[in-house]
């Protein structure tokens, strides 16, 4: 079967929200091809996290459809989502914040192995669980700070939490939600190089605001707009585009 | 469940008093083998954990508790009309609970009721600490920590609670019918909402989300109400409010709480 056949690692069709009289997506069509390094951009209120949402399964489009694979996934509920290969950080951090970093890596670890509802044998024991999770711990430098409970780690250090989290589902495709917000400039360079270092087999749609982070990273751009698509192209195309510039780039129109 | 989901319910009288009627009905009606009797009683206690629990899950905070009194309420009106099989008001009478394994015979003195209390106790605890250390454990703590992050991570959060909610009904229902069987009567009490909301109340004041918090809870409660209802025979509820009320302002967590702050 022929790459496109087989259908991309990640696609909507028509895919419409609005709660009441706003529409957050209007009929959006997008592929995510395998193991891409796609950026979607937009100014704020664009719809971008609507989208991210709709495509996990946290809102339920009011038309439309998710694939993932191939496979229509658009009824399915979220957890059934990540099994297939879809996994998410999020815009603001979103972990356990009492527990340790191994325990937030562990604990996703052993969703994915099928482990998680295991109600007798202790969690202590499942050796190769924690391993994994402090292999990943490693992949982005963390392994030191294992032990520490979450909410004692600088913002920046969280992110990469996130980060690590999300591997433990060995997603082929991972939404990655701002993973530069609110990170202080200085640490924001070792967030872009975990995230080129990312396995190549992952297809990765960064939703950023840091444009230094989408032009080194991304090799294809969507741009959003009052929830749809504006345009989509490589990094130059998107950087040339006059609409693009207007809307979103800031470049007043010669007058 | 509480502590470690952070379900807060007000139901549970509604499990106890299933476990206890379940054990009486079956000893009033010639089977008094208690521990067959007390299994029954949390199977009993569980089923209705899972049926309550399918409804009642679907909500959270102040809905889902306003619905665990619903069902409790529901109970406890249920057992007053059935009065035929309940004994309603009057109360579940003419249990004869036989002796365990043969040869333990309930006592005048409560020795036999002691021990068997006490072991049942343990074995309670015991499955309670491999559950909270177990995988499942540790995902109702990622539950109670972020539900939102649960979720993204493919954890069915629906189904797990439902779990625990079955499991700490089906421990509600070994409570009351171990009580049922050693005092052998059952009354429309045991349904009641006091009894829930004192069972809240003792968790909080020894500790909410731990193990031994009931362990520490339970007496300090019994303690102090038989102080306070020497010292105001009237008002010593106003007095547990009170104790209640400087629990929570000064010492989260409970007395555990407490202690490891002072030990930091």
């Not at chain 1, 917000?181 to 190089?193: D, N, Q, Y």
């Amino acid at each position: 079967m022929s790459e496109a056949a087989r259908g991309a690692a990640l696609e909507t069709r028509g895919l419409c929200k609005s709660f009441g009289a706003l529409q957050v997506a209007n009929s959006i069509d997008f592929r995510l091809e395998r193991g891409a390094r796609h950026a979607l951009i937009g100014p704020n209120g664009a719809g971008k996290t609507s989208f991210v949402n709709l495509v996990t399964g946290a809102l339920a489009p009011s038309a439309g459809q998710v694939l993932i694979d191939g496979t229509e996934v658009t009824d399915l509920p979220q957890s059934e989502r990540v099994k297939r290969g879809l996994a998410r950080t999020f815009q603001v951090t979103a972990l356990f914040r009492r527990l340790t970093v191994l325990e937030n890596v562990a604990l996703a670890v052993c969703e994915r192995r099928g482990i998680a509802g295991g109600l007798f044998r202790p969690a202590g024991h499942h050796r190769e669980a924690i391993e994994e999770a402090h292999d990943l711990l490693e992949r982005v430098g963390l392994e030191d700070e294992a032990l520490r409970p979450v909410n004692t780690l600088a913002y920046g250090s969280q992110r990469l939490v996130e980060i690590a989290v999300s591997l433990a589902l060995s997603p082929k495709v991972l939404l990655l939600d701002e993973p530069a917000a609110g990170v202080p400039s200085g640490e924001s360079g070792t967030i872009i190089e975990v995230i080129e270092r990312l396995p190549p087999e992952i297809a990765l749609l960064i939703i950023e605001h840091d444009m230094d982070l989408v032009f080194r990273v991304a090799q294809r751009i969507t741009v959003m707009v009052q929830g749809g698509v504006l345009v989509e192209g490589t990094p130059e195309e998107i950087a040339r585009d006059r609409e693009v510039r207007r809307v979103y780039l800031g470049e007043r129109r010669p007058s | 469940m509480l502590g470690y989901a952070g379900i807060v319910t007000l139901g549970h009288a509604a499990f106890f008093g299933t476990g206890a009627y379940t054990a009486g009905i079956l000893a009033a009606n010639g089977w008094g083998e208690p521990i067959s009797g007390l299994l029954a009683g949390a199977l009993a206690a569980a089923v209705i954990g899972v049926v309550s629990g399918f409804i009642v899950l679907r909500t959270s905070g102040l809905t889902l508790l306003m619905q665990t009194l619903v069902v409790a309420t529901l109970l406890h009106e249920a057992a007053n009309r059935a009065s035929s099989i309940t004994g309603g008001d009057d109360g579940l009478q003419g249990m004869q609970v036989w002796p365990i394994f043969g040869v333990f015979r309930f006592d005048l003195f409560g020795r036999t009721a002691y021990i068997y209390c006490f072991v049942v106790l343990f074995l309670c605890w015991w499955l309670a600490r491999r559950i909270v250390h177990s995988p499942f454990g540790r995902s109702l703590t990622g539950i109670r920590e972020n539900v939102l992050r649960m979720h993204a991570i493919g954890a069915p959060v629906m189904r797990r609670r439902l779990v625990i909610y079955t499991i700490s009904a089906a421990f509600a229902g070994f409570a009351g019918a171990l009580i049922a069987q050693t005092t052998a009567f059952v009354g429309l009490g045991f349904l009641s909402l006091d009894r829930s909301g004192t069972v809240l109340i003792m968790l909080i004041i020894g500790g909410v989300g731990r193990l031994y918090g009931a362990f520490i809870g339970v007496p300090l409660y019994m303690i102090a109400q038989d102080r306070f209802s020497e010292v105001a025979p009237v008002y010593w509820y106003f007095w547990i409010g009170l104790l209640m009320v400087l629990v929570v302002v000064f010492a989260r967590g409970g007395i555990f709480g407490l202690v490891d702050r002072l030990r930091r």
